[in-house]
């Protein structure tokens, strides 16, 4: 039999017990919990690095595209030139044709108007093209236009401007100048054609010229009746002439 001094010791164990169940988590456990926060915190870290990498790469290949827009859209400026260009030239030569050189005409007659400066215009016609055709063929012809061409733009100012006018047939525009320094001109253009012959071929080339000074109020087209009137002229008095019209 228990004796009744016992029963004080084994209620205070009973007591001691329910203390135990009841007392905060152990050591192991914080380790526990702060392990899932470490965690908890790491994969966050990572998924904003990700995100930030993510954005990275975006704005990286937004800018690649616009790079690749941009180098698109200079292509086609460049083509756009080109084909502009290949509109307003002569294929054989090089020289304007007729659209482009009534556009340089228009900027030029505007600029004469606003400064009071003369612009002169000839007409130049080559001698003997014809007979040049006929005897050596059209490509001899062709060279022989070509040739024409490039001994004028080397002897030509920078704002002086060439055009082919369909045929032999071309024009040069002389912004700045009055009749005796244009007839001047296309004299020393004579001579410059006469030293240099034709490649190939061996040909000397002439050419007859009528010159005039846009007048005012004039259009392009009525100048050029007057500087063919003195072309033909020109012709009848024995080619490889410079006449005023």
């Not at 292509?75 to 340089?104: K, P």
């Not at 016609?125 to 062709?142: E, I, M, P, S, V």
């Not at 001579?191 to 010159?211: D, E, K, N, P, Y």
Request: proline letters at 2%; charged letters at 25%; hydrophobic letters at 40%.
């Amino acid at each position: 039999m228990l004796k009744h001094d016992h029963f004080p010791q084994m209620h205070s164990s009973r007591q001691a017990s329910r203390r135990l169940h009841r007392r905060p988590a152990l050591p192991g456990d914080l380790q526990t919990g702060h392990a899932h926060a470490a965690s908890a915190v790491f994969e966050g870290g990572s998924q904003h690095r990700r995100m930030r990498r993510d954005r990275i790469m975006a704005t990286q290949a937004t800018m690649l595209e616009l790079l690749a827009a941009e180098a698109r859209i200079a292509d086609l400026e460049r083509a756009l030139s080109r084909a502009e260009a290949a509109a307003l030239t002569d294929t054989l030569t090089g020289a304007l044709n007729r659209r482009g050189f009534d556009q340089a005409h228009e900027r030029e007659v505007a600029r004469s108007r606003r400064n009071g400066s003369p612009l002169a215009l000839a007409l130049i016609d080559l001698d003997d093209f014809k007979r040049l055709n006929d005897t050596l063929g059209h490509h001899a012809g062709d060279e022989a236009l070509i040739h024409l061409v490039r001994i004028l733009r080397s002897a030509l100012r920078p704002s002086d401007v060439l055009g082919r006018f369909g045929g032999e047939e071309f024009v040069v525009m002389l912004p700045d100048t009055g009749l005796d320094e244009a007839l001047s001109a296309l004299t020393r253009f004579q001579r410059q054609l006469a030293g240099c012959r034709v490649a190939g071929s061996g040909v000397t080339l002439t050419f007859s010229a009528g010159v005039v000074v846009q007048a005012s109020g004039e259009s392009l087209t009525e100048s050029i009746v007057r500087a063919d009137a003195a072309t033909y002229a020109a012709k009848r008095a024995g080619k490889n002439r410079v006449l005023a019209g």
